[in-house]
């Protein structure tokens, strides 16, 4: 099975409810909320402990295992799930950042239930064997890591064992601040709900894979509270995407043109291809006379080139031609000049996507979707730029700019001015490659032409460009996302399908 249909199958199980991404800080108030109706603290912490366990226990087989127990709660997660896997057999040793007599209230409660010896993490023991649970710190550390945690760290480190963090790896802390000394994790076992902090770089990349647990938290305690954002899916925007039928001619599937530059040609070209191959059923390049020569030699038969004087001339065909949405920047040089271009498309009421070149060199007023990545960002936005959180960022900038903003990266934001927000982390890290963006930016153009809202083309570009990128193999190049976005496409169809049916 395709490593994305298993994605989309796992995806297909989850609500709207378990996308929303909440705050630390939201997570403990929803934990406290829980503890006002009646639910003794011991018992989440039991529950907890049971499901890091149960999640070691199914996925791999019975090896050495090190429980890093801090003093606080997630110290006493760790001393359940040791105490559960040792009574399943299991070799475990457990380490403390301070003694257990010398613990009190519910971390002495819970680590009386572990029945073997605690020695101190200083005393550490290990081979490549081993499995580690980092259970040192939570979210809310607000200082530096002692020199014994980085000394013990160092110690996980240099065995390369498998590491799993409970909540969040030890060292990524307040204001998803990341201490020079955190321990990457292979895996994340969390409770509830995803974190911000799970998706958001730079902590994301030390959290390795998520696994959520459910510890008894009602979802009627998130109730009044913001969600952040959601991760982006195909259940949040799949509904929109309308297979065609035997009614359904070309135009009706929208037509992108793509305003190509008289040297780096290839941006137009990979552009005009991710369009098409997300469903736009007809695909241009405008440019200026003379380079309508040389794209005519070398474009796909399927893409139509057309040269121009001026800007004006070129929108009146693109009306003429049924364009309804412009694709600006990528490799564009500022051929015909890209505001005036942009300004003689709103006059035909043709939708304008921003990337590349354009950006910062077009007033955003004209522009739907604008696809920045952080060093354009910081150009257009250099006092948002500096704010430390990247989902604040893009969410400020929507507002500013009233349009949808695409900030692009491993953890790709897609925010609107209305206030919406979703996180991609579907993408493979071998999309660092030229010409990728140039990919995305049009098949955000061919989602938009297709009569789907902004913010959600925006949302399905960007799911259906990463996980298009993680069919493809390492040292993927941009010219094979196109063909294996259209696969991914006919996925996005299937679960919308199901969907309907179920309905």
Request: some cysteine; proline content about 4%.
């Amino acid at each position: 099975m395709d490593p994305t249909e298993h994605l989309i199958e796992r995806l297909q199980k989850r609500n709207r409810a378990n996308l929303a991404l909440y705050t630390s800080a939201q997570m403990r108030q929803a934990e406290k909320l829980t503890k006002d109706t009646g639910v003794l603290e011991i018992e989440l912490i039991e529950k907890a402990g049971r499901g890091i366990a149960e999640f070691i226990a199914n996925r791999f087989e019975r090896r050495p295992i090190a429980f890093l127990c801090g003093p606080g709660a997630n110290g006493s997660d760790g001393f359940v799930a040791a105490a559960i896997l040792e009574r399943a057999g299991w070799n475990v040793h457990v380490y403390c950042i301070k003694q257990t007599v010398m613990m009190d209230g519910i971390t002495a409660e819970a680590a009386r239930m572990y029945k073997g010896d605690v020695s101190m993490l200083s005393e550490i023991v290990l081979d490549e064997n081993y499995i580690v649970v980092d259970a040192v710190y939570g979210s809310g550390l607000n200082r530096s890591l002692s020199n014994e945690i980085n000394e013990t760290f160092n110690a996980v480190r240099q065995e390369n064992v498998t590491v799993i963090a409970v909540d969040v790896p030890t060292g990524l802390g307040k204001d998803m601040k990341v201490d020079k000394g955190i321990l990457k994790a292979h895996y994340t076992v969390t409770f509830a709900k995803p974190r911000i902090e799970h998706v958001l770089q730079p902590g994301a990349q030390y959290c390795g894979k998520i696994h959520v647990v459910d510890i008894g938290i009602d979802q009627k305690c998130f109730a009044g509270m913001d969600v952040m954002a959601h991760l982006n899916n195909p259940e949040l925007w799949n509904q929109f995407w309308k297979v065609p039928d035997s009614q359904t001619h070309k135009y009706m599937r929208g037509h992108v043109a793509v305003l190509g530059g008289e040297e780096l040609t290839g941006a137009a070209r990979l552009a005009v291809s991710g369009a098409m191959r997300t469903g736009a059923g007809v695909g241009s390049i405008i440019t200026t006379k003379e380079a309508a020569k040389v794209y005519q030699s070398i474009v796909a038969p399927e893409v139509m080139v057309r040269g121009f004087e001026n800007a004006q001339d070129a929108a009146d065909l693109m009306h003429e031609r049924h364009v309804n949405v412009c694709l600006i920047g990528p490799g564009a040089d500022d051929v015909l000049g890209m505001q005036a271009l942009a300004d003689a498309c709103l006059k035909h009421d043709i939708q304008i996507v921003l990337d590349g070149d354009a950006l910062g060199a077009v007033s955003l007023d004209v522009a739907s979707v604008i696809t920045p990545h952080d060093g354009e960002f910081s150009r257009m936005f250099p006092e948002l730029a500096k704010l430390p959180n990247k989902l604040d960022r893009a969410k400020k900038a929507a507002v500013k700019a009233n349009c949808i903003v695409v900030l692009k990266g491993m953890d790709t934001i897609i925010a609107s001015p209305d206030g919406r927000c979703y996180v991609n982390t579907i993408a493979s890290p071998w999309l660092s490659t030229a010409g990728s963006g140039d990919v995305l930016a049009g098949a955000v153009a061919g989602c938009l032409a297709q009569k789907i809202p902004p913010f959600e083309a925006a949302c399905g570009a960007v799911w259906i460009h990463g996980a298009a990128s993680m069919k493809l193999s390492a040292g993927m190049v941009a010219s094979e996302l196109p063909v294996a976005m259209a696969r991914t496409l006919t996925e996005v169809y299937k679960i919308g399908h199901k969907a309907q049916n179920n309905h």
